[in-house]
């Protein structure tokens, strides 16, 4: 298995490397290699080892002169001096150095052609060159031919651990990215999707340098050609929602927004299957074929059908396909501006409205405080629903501080004349352990009714307390399960809770409240009522 890719200038002496292997061929290797399976609809299903989600207190930045003063420097990009970075990076290529055979995946992060980069990744497992292959925008035989040198590399040495004693170093896991070098190392953690949002959080400093706003959201596009943004943090319903056979799906999870219009970062979709029915999902249900990876789901050894009501191994399992693999995708991924920009929130309160109409100061305001509950089982440690605020619903993947991609959306939204709605896709009736969980069809229902101008047109009622205004019908949709204090038995519970959810908003705004206008900042809940 010889291979003419001289990976030399990467420090790696490996000679034996698979470069852009075939599916079949990473199947047979993985199973061969790492006890993966093959599951009754033809996915391979695998194991992330301990760590079943993304490690974001092991994320690391290069503290450099030429990025410094661009970085949102804090608890969401922590510092790392170059010194230890090339430490963990030796101790990544060294491991690297060690091993039989490598995997060498080459592929585009961006369908535009002139803001796209190209991104190789150096790996030891099967799973994670299939898992890129999926999810990078994978290059013609031409494209490959003449690929050239990569703007970034990604060496993922997952299975080997991070020295805890050095600098900036807590645990075995370390994952750390240089601009400068345009290099990405893994250590400690064999999760897939740190893979992936390493590249995304590196086109979220990239983007914004050239004018383009870089977006954690969906796209789809209608019948008529208008856009749909959908932003939301995992397990809001951001795939679920952006993915139906009436509209074409450009992208599930990552998005830029040109003067062209928007384009999707990624080459394919990284679905949560858990709970996951052929009923409520049909279009990702029948995505996981072969050809798809199947992160820590439990199948029946003699059946190898998938159970994806089974959590016991996590919340976090997930599905990574070709975005092919949905029937509606539009390929390539480009299309015009949105029309509709719609928040996407999973109230654990059980207090925000199933929607709301925005105006352009509550859209920035909500669109700043990115208000959801963190879904258990996205992050190592979180088992049950909490109350999370993520600037621009997507904190942990910023690089620049978060008023510069609100400005940027701001000025995009008042350009194109895009409107912007809130959709609670969390519960009703009370809060998370009381109440139930927002009916997946009323939220389909409003979403069409915003596709269709329907909610553009009806009255509305004001909340008084976080000043939204609230439609008062829906097609599909009971008239009392759109004013949430209706679903309520007990009204002043509600009204409790209201009140903690608005100083909670307040509080949290306050850290963005100097370098916000005046009518951003009275957006917000009425927090003297509270």
């Given at each position: 298995?010889p ?15 698979l ?22 609809t033809?996915?391979?299903?695998t ?17 450099h ?22 430490l ?5 290529i ?7 055979f ?26 994670h ?6 999810m ?23 299975q ?16 750390n ?8 190392v893994?250590?400690g ?12 959080t590196?086109?979220n ?30 397990g ?40 996951l ?16 990876v ?17 959590a ?18 539009k390929v ?26 925005l ?47 609100a ?44 596709h269709?101008g ?12 976080f ?10 949709v ?11 038995k007990?009204?002043?519970?509600y ?12 509080e ?7 370098v916000?206008?005046e ?5 917000g ?6």
């Open positions: 298995m291979s003419d890719l001289d990976l030399n200038p990467h420090g790696i002496t490996v000679t034996r490397v470069r852009n292997p075939s599916p079949a061929r990473l199947y047979e290797d993985g199973i061969m290699r790492e006890q993966a399976a093959i599951t009754s033809g996915a391979l299903s194991s992330s080892g301990e760590k079943t989600g993304r490690s974001p207190k092991d994320k690391r930045i290069v503290e002169p030429d990025s410094s003063a661009n970085i949102w420097w804090g608890s969401v990009n922590m510092k790392i001096d170059e010194e230890t970075f090339m963990n990076r030796t101790r990544a060294d491991y690297l150095n060690t091993l039989k490598l995997y060498v995946v080459d592929g585009f992060a961006g369908w535009h052609p002139r803001y796209r980069i190209k991104v190789r990744v150096i790996c030891e497992r099967a799973y060159a299939l898992f890129m292959h999926n990078l925008v994978r290059p013609t035989p031409e494209e490959l031919l003449d690929f050239g040198q990569p703007d970034y590399v990604i060496y993922n040495a997952g080997f651990p991070a020295n805890p004693s050095s600098p900036a170093v807590d645990s075995p896991t370390s994952v990215i240089s601009f400068e070098r345009g290099e990405f893994i250590l953690t064999q999760y897939a999707g740190e893979m992936k949002k390493g590249v995304f590196i086109m400093y990239l983007m914004p340098k050239q004018g383009v706003l870089s977006m954690h959201c969906s796209a789809n596009e209608g019948p008529d050609r208008d856009v749909s943004l959908f932003f939301g943090l995992s809001t319903g951001k795939t679920t929602l952006s993915t139906e056979p009436q509209r074409l799906l450009i992208g599930d999870d990552e998005h830029c927004w040109t003067d062209d219009g928007i384009f999707n970062i990624e080459g394919g979709c990284y679905a949560k299957s858990i709970h029915s052929s009923k409520s999902e049909p279009e990702i249900y029948g995505a996981i074929r072969f050809g798809t199947l992160e820590n789901a439990v199948y029946d050894d003699r059946t190898r059908e998938v159970d994806y009501g089974d016991s191994l996590t919340e976090n399992t997930r599905a990574s396909y070709p975005i092919e693999y949905i029937p509606s995708a390539p991924c480009f299309c015009g501006h949105p029309k509709n920009i719609i928040l996407l929130t999973c109230d654990a309160f059980g207090v925000l409205p199933p929607v709301s109409r105006t352009p100061a509550q859209a920035m305001y909500h669109f700043i405080s990115g208000y959801t509950a963190l879904v258990a089982g996205t992050e190592v440690g979180v088992t049950d629903p909490e109350p999370n605020f993520s600037a621009c619903f997507g904190a942990a993947f910023l690089v620049w501080h978060p008023t510069k991609y400005h940027m959306l701001a000025e995009r939204m008042q350009k194109h004349g895009s409107r912007a709605w809130l959709v609670n896709t969390g519960w009703s009736g009370g809060p998370f352990g009381v109440g139930e969980r927002m009916s997946i069809d009323h939220t389909r229902k409003i979403i069409d009714a915003i269709t329907e909610l553009a047109e009806c009255p509305t009622t004001e909340d008084p307390l000043g939204l205004q609230i439609p008062t019908r829906c097609s599909g009971p008239n009392e399960a759109l004013i949430p204090k209706n679903t309520w007990d009204k002043k519970a009204d409790r809770a209201a009140k903690k959810l608005a100083r909670l908003f307040c949290n705004f306050e850290h963005y409240a100097d916000s206008s009518d951003i900042r009275a957006a809940p009425r927090c003297q009522e509270g």
